[in-house]
């Protein structure tokens, strides 16, 4: 099977690939931490989902916010979250999170 890579890099030791799914599983790790939203993941879309664009690393993330929580407050802290992380994790630096709110989920 084959994979499309995120990043693909080789030196004297050999190569090292990252595919878009461990960049996008890093922010879902992330981000479950988080009080106050769940990920939307659709039939035929992913909750999240990294590309890159004309050299700039791109994060969307597909979010309801639990009633009585502030979607601003939730919607900030979860791009500052994947950013630290991706960066940590993976040494990519994301240079865009857009945290679509698509409405509230009701426990």
Known sequence: MAHEYFRSEASKLGSVHITYSVIEHIARIGIEEIEGFVVVDGSFRKGINATVEKG??????????????????????????????????????????????LGFHFE
């Open 56 to 101: 700039l690393t791109k994060i969307d993330i597909d979010i309801k916010v639990k009633y009585g929580f502030n979607a601003d407050r939730i919607a900030r802290q979860i791009q500052d979250r994947v950013v630290r992380d991706v960066r940590q994790m993976a040494d990519v630096v994301v240079e865009k999170v857009n945290v679509n709110v």
